[in-house]
C-alpha cells in the first residue's frame, strides 16, 4: 500500500521540474492529484506520468498570482476527487534579478506575488477543506536563499525567507485543526528554472552543480520529491512549522561547495595536522 493511498493533492509549478518529480511521487504512492500550472503542455505531460506511474491526475490551468485561479485549483481538487489532504506550493521563477537599484518596484511586486502571496492564498483556500476531513498537510517551496540571501536575487530571497516565515506563524494557528504546515528549502537543483539560463543548458549544469555542495553530484527534483512526500505523509505526524532543508550539505558551513571556492583548490589538509599558533607557522610556497 502506498504512503497516499485515499489522499488528494493540488501542487502548483507541477508542469516542471520540482512540482513535476513530486506530482509524479505522489501518485507512485496512490495520491489523486491536481497538477496546477500556467504551462498547460507540460501540465498534460505530467498528468499522463501519474496516470502511468499508478495515480490519478487533472490538469488544472492557474495562474498562481491569481486568488481567484488558486481558489479553483482547491476546487477542482474536491470537485474532481472529493476533498483536499494536501496543498503543495510551489510554482517558483528567478523574478527580478539586478542590483537593488536597477531593480523597478513593479518587477518587485510581481516576484512576491508569484513567490510569496501565492503561498499564503494557497494556505487561506486550502484551510477550510481540510478542516471538513480532519486535517491536511501544507507545504511549500522556500529556497536555501531565503536562509542565506544571494547576489542579485534580492526579490527572491526576499520571498522565501517570508515563504519561511509565514510557515512557522501559520503552522501555530493551524495546530490545533491537525494542518501541519512546512517548507522545503531545496540547493541547486538540475531543473529548467536553473539550467535554462545557463549556456550548454542541462548537461553543463548538471557538471557545474555537482561542485555546488559537499555532496559529490548534482541535486535533482526527486531529491525535493522525496522530502515533500515525507511531509505530506503521515511519516511526519509531528513535524510542524519547519523549513526542511535539502542542499546536499551546501549550508552546512563555509567553504561547503567547491563553487564558492571558486577557481582556488582546496587547501591541503595533512592527517592529524594542528593548526598553531599563527606566528609561529610557515606559509606553504
Ligand atoms: N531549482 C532550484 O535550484 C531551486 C532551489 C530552491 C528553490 N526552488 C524553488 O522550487 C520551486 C520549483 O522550481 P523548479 O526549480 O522546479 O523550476 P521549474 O521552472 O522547473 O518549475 C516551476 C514551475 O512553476 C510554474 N510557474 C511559474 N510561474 C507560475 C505562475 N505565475 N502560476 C503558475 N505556475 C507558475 C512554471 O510554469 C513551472 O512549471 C520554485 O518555487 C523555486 O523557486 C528551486
Not at 7 to 24: E, W
Not at 148 to 164: D, P, S
Amino acid at each position: 500500500m502506498g504512503k497516499l493511498e485515499k489522499k488528494v493533492a493540488v501542487i502548483t509549478g507541477a508542469a516542471s521540474g520540482i512540482g513535476r518529480a513530486t506530482a509524479i511521487r505522489f501518485a507512485g504512492e496512490g495520491a489523486s492529484v491536481v497538477i496546477a500550472d500556467l504551462n498547460k503542455e507540460g501540465g498534460e505531460a505530467t498528468v499522463r506520468d501519474c496516470k502511468e506511474n499508478g495515480g490519478n491526475a487533472v490538469f488544472q490551468i492557474a495562474d498562481v498570482s491569481s486568488e481567484e485561479n488558486i481558489k479553483s485549483a482547491v476546487d477542482r481538487a474536491v470537485k474532481e476527487f472529493g476533498r483536499l489532504d494536501i496543498i503543495y506550493n510551489n510554482a517558483g521563477l528567478g523574478g527580478a534579478v539586478g542590483p537593488l537599484e536597477k531593480t523597478s518596484a513593479e518587477n518587485w511586486d510581481r516576484s512576491f506575488s508569484i513567490l510569496l502571496r501565492a503561498v499564503f492564498l494557497g494556505i487561506k483556500h486550502a484551510v477550510p477543506e481540510m478542516r471538513k476531513t480532519g486535517g491536511g498537510s501544507i507545504i511549500s517551496t522556500a529556497s536555501i536563499a531565503g536562509l542565506r540571501g544571494a547576489a542579485g536575487l534580492h526579490a527572491y530571497c526576499a520571498a522565501k525567507a517570508g515563504v519561511i516565515s509565514l510557515t512557522r506563524s501559520a503552522s501555530i494557528e493551524l495546530a490545533k485543526d491537525k494542518i501541519r504546515v512546512n517548507c522545503i528549502c531545496p540547493g541547486l537543483i538540475a531543473t529548467p528554472l536553473t539550467y535554462n539560463r545557463i549556456p550548454g543548458g542541462e548537461q553543463t549544469a548538471t557538471q557545474l552543480f555537482a561542485a555546488f555542495q559537499p555532496w559529490p553530484r548534482t541535486g535533482r527534483p526527486e531529491d525535493i520529491a522525496a522530502m515533500a512526500l515525507f511531509l505530506a505523509s503521515d511519516d511526519s505526524e509531528f513535524v510542524s512549522g519547519q523549513a526542511m532543508v535539502v542542499d546536499g550539505g551546501a549550508t552546512s558551513g563555509m567553504g561547503a561547495g567547491n563553487l564558492q571556492r571558486g577557481s582556488q583548490p582546496a587547501p591541503q589538509m595533512l592527517d592529524d595536522e594542528w593548526a598553531g599558533p599563527s606566528f609561529q607557522m610557515k606559509r606553504p610556497t
